[in-house]
């Protein structure tokens, strides 16, 4: 007796070739089509936006006349805003890593801050922000200033940096760990001597990540009551200041078309910086690529 | 005699410096023990201020969840949280009294997140696969970067796409759509998370072993069938897990509504009308006048309260179902 | 005054010629449990100084599992039981009070893989010496050089000390991690399958240095490779199962051993 009919097989054979190659071609089609919805999007941006950009741009103040107009204000606010942010939430982030892969118990309070982080990873930007309304703006009496929206920020992309440092430090071969004990060094002597520099790369990459984030957002600082229009410097961190983000999200508001081209060019500004900053995470991560 | 000892100890370590062979590393080593105690306070007391650090995270979470009950425990003193629940109408900014029903805030955000979904899943999924299953090691290595790039865009970016580029080319198509609506910001939305689907399902695909395809293709399956039938149900809580998460980021989506979506609270299922979301609220009434204290300062705290127990869910369906269902492949 | 200073020295250097030599390790009733798994059982070892003794037997016999607990590294494995006792010198080395870091100052240990750290070579070396506070550059210098001739590595590495240690062969490698190690001056080597990662010649090049290292250091060396045991060793332990099967002079190990097991094993009927 034949199960097999192998005619029959055949025949759905070119069918079934049919499809796996009619398949290939969709999936390879939609992929595409993604990419170039997302090129579209880089292509208008820049094009719109490329004619305002010049140095006269970065070095005004805004203006209600486009043609006067610039992102200064905004871009020293950005700045300033990443000198509070990277070393709060690097520190932190890094702390509690270090914490969490090598000193913290197997007990439920370990699992707890774990659950705790990546739950924390997931909260809407916005929540932040009303989180940092309540605690730093008003019950720490910090106003809307630089060290308010930074130390916002921080928590903001803190789950962030510590995931990237528990991986970097989880990469770490447990074979150095052991010479270095069995040299007779104390836990903190191997961390600082030995574990951390080989993670350093990675910890830099995560926090480099975490900071073209904290760059990008605007949601949590529009909570925190940030102004759309600053014509000012701030002189220190408890100072009233604009971001990057808040400047493009004031031009885009306005209807007349040369404000939304004023913000395209924003948009440039600020995509660059980000370019910029994963460029340095992918130089530092090539720099230091793995040799043991 | 101390004297003496106490100088014939120094011109032990004295002799050390001048002759490599005479040298004793366990004295020196005695001796420097001597100097140092301090090593081991500071090894007792750094694992304690990493604990704080650490804290901080849990703080973070316990300041967030106590802010928002505390204000929307302020909030309900004015406002009854029957109304809150049950009102079809959200209608803070009257001169008398406003009406505050959450429905048409969660429903606008529904209909932008429904719609962001229907965009992303297909284009998501299918790159996943593709990059997977199909494209060569160099595609994949050229490709993956490019979406985590394009995944770190911020909002406000795609924001100003939203308005200044997808809802004209829209108008153009559907006559009677309005400047600020829901289909936009939704499509836009949608955009934004499809490189994150894509990213993580990858992941997931990928991390089925080459055995369990070898065994199929052993048997003569196409690589569709292998894809289809095999690799894809294998992976299927890792991709589910991937497309709750992006639910909860397109729920929490802030500035792309704020730009696009409008400020019109609605009850229907309408998607070319102006509609408001949850989020777009909060960042409405930040921008506006209201003073503090006032119960529409409150009504943002009792908002996003709701939208982060939505968030909320969504991450912790997301966290169950990689959980429950990890794939154990050994 | 000086007489009576001098004459007990002469007297202890005399019974040490006739007597034996002194026990470095003294194990007694030691007993490990890896979670349930009775790993280690009722283990009794004593350990000579200036001898090379070797651990022999199949994997998974509990071989490295003792190596290790000589310098509590077993303590970074969770779930580990341990009872009975090790005297290292006569104190108790599994006593609490005992401190860990201690214990590793005197007794050093060479891995199965070269792991140095990636840092410079002259980094590498100085490692062990600046954790234990020594900072004086000319000492510090001093001790590489000095130890890096013990590992025979110096003529080889001295015009390149800093670079990266990476950039060494693998037989290098595990010569400088030996360095390393020597640069704390132990009292006491331990070596698991210190050439298992390593080909012939690099093999050869540290036997030699075992034999060298002997005169000054009591070593102890776990290996698969059971030519190795028989050319390098004073004493050799065959353990089988967690437990020790036969402890004897090398030559007697091999020539003419007692248990059948261990015959078994060395004529290569199972392992």
Sequence with gaps: MNFFDHKSINARMKIRVIVNLFA???????????????????????????????????????????EQAGVYTALIGSVLLMAVVAPVSLLLGVATAIYLEEYAKDNRFTAFIKVNISNLAGVPSIVFGLLGLTVFVRALALGTSVLAAGLTMSLLVLPIIIVAAQEALKAVPASLREASYAMGAT?????????????????????????????????????LGLPLFLAYLPKSIFDLFTVLPMQIYNWTGRPQEEFHSLAAAGIIVLLILLLFMNFLAVLIRNKFQKRY | MLLILLCFRMGVIELAIQNVNSLSIQKLIEEKKKNHNTAGIIEKFIPMILLLAAVVSVLTTIGTVLTLIFETITFFQTVSILEFLTTKKWYPFSETEGTFGILPLVLGTLKVTFIAIIVSIPIGLTSAIYLSEYATERTRRIIKPILEVLAGIPTIVYGFFALTFVT?????????????????????????????????????LVSVPNSMREGA???????????LKVVLPAAISGIISSIVLAISRAIGETMIVAIAGGSTPNVDWNVTNSIQTMTAYIVQVSQGDAGYGTTIYYSIYAVGMTLFIFTLIMNLIAQYISRRFREEYE | MTITLVSPQIEVMKMDSIQEKNIVYQTSQLNLWYGEKHALKNINLDILENEVTAIIGPSGCGKSTYLKIL?????????????????YRNRNILDRSYQVEELRTKVGMVFQKPNPFPKSIYENVAYGPKIHGIRDKKVLEQIVEKSLRSAALWDEVKDRLNQNAYSLSGGQQQRLCIARCLAIEPD????????????????????????????????????????????????????????????APTSKIFSNPKDKRTEDYITGRFG
């Design chain 2, 217 to 227: 293709f052993a048997l003569g399956a196409t690589k569709f069938e292998v894809a």
């Design chain 1, 187 to 223: 836990k903190w002597q191997t961390i600082v001597r030995i574990v951390l520099p080989v993670a350093i790369p990675g910890i830099l990459t995560g926090g480099i990540l975490a900071l073209s984030r904290a760059i990008g957002e605007t949601a949590p600082l529009v909570v």
């Design chain 2, 168 to 204: 004209p080319l829209l108008r153009e198509i559907i006559p009677g759509l309005e400047l600020f609506n829901a289909l936009s910001p939704g499509i836009v939305i949608g955009i934004m998370i499809t490189p994150m689907i894509a990213s993580l399902s990858e992941d997931a």
């Design chain 3, 188 to 247: 006491v080597i331990l070596m698991d399958e210190p050439t298992s990662a390593l080909d012939p010649i690099s093999t050869l090049k540290i036997e030699e240095l075992v034999k060298e290292l002997k005169k000054e250091y009591s070593i102890i060396i776990v290996t698969h490779n059971m030519q190795q045991a028989a050319r390098i060793s004073n004493k050799t332990a065959f353990f089988l199962n967690g437990e020790v099967i036969e402890f």
């Design chain 1, 24 to 66: 290939k071609i969709i999936f390879f089609a939609a992929m595409m089509f993604g990419l170039f919805i997302l090129g579209v999007l880089l292509y208008r941006i820049v094009s719109q936006g490329i004619g305002y950009l010049d140095l006269q741009f970065l070095q005004s103040l805004p203006s209600r006349k486009p």
């Design chain 3, 71 to 87: 310098n509590r590294m077993i303590e970074l494995v969770q779930g580990v039981k341990i009872t009975g006792e090790i005297l």
